[in-house]
């Protein structure tokens, strides 16, 4: 199993990206059992000009084109927020196994939140979820981006 700082942190050089590319700073990685990066995307609806282009989506697509498969068993996404519906619909319907997220998403978290979609028994995969890792980290970089935000 991957370590699951080493694997935040990785997912918290991607939020960066986003933020310096003035995007809302959310990052996500998916990495094997051995600790090995398969792919990693950041926040890119704004520059996409497309609501989809969130984090873990765009860490899901690549890792299933590296892979050449779009069953992602055995893999653990990292993402710097609570996944949203869609993301948390995407983890279920690709088979990750497991989903450790930094800070929890009062306003559209899907694992814990606001709904359990990722626990959700009636749906044909659970994939294991830990919460919290660097979550402070995580919390302070999107309250910094909005504050900055607010003061243009």
Not at 10 to 37: H, M, N, Q, T, W
Not at 115 to 138: K, M, R, W
Request: overall charge neutral.
């Amino acid at each position: 199993m991957p370590d699951d700082l080493h694997g935040m942190r990785l997912a918290l050089e991607e939020a960066k990206r986003a933020y310096l590319c003035g995007e809302v700073p959310i990052g996500a990685v998916i990495l094997d059992d051995a600790g090995s990066v398969i792919s990693s995307g950041y926040n890119l609806r704004e520059t996409e000009h497309d609501a989809t282009a969130h984090a873990e989506l765009i860490a899901i697509r690549r890792a299933c084109k590296a892979l050449g498969r779009w069953r992602l068993t055995g893999l653990t996404l990292y993402v710097t927020i609570e996944p949203c519906p869609m993301c948390a619909g995407a983890i279920v319907m690709s088979r990750i196994s497991r989903v450790v997220y930094g800070s929890a998403d009062s306003k559209a978290g899907a694992c814990e939140s606001l709904f359990n979609i990722t626990g959700c028994s009636g749906l044909n995969h659970q994939p294991d979820v830990c919460a919290g890792v660097l979550a402070e980290e995580c919390a302070a970089l999107l309250r910094n981006f909005f504050q900055e935000r607010r003061k243009k």
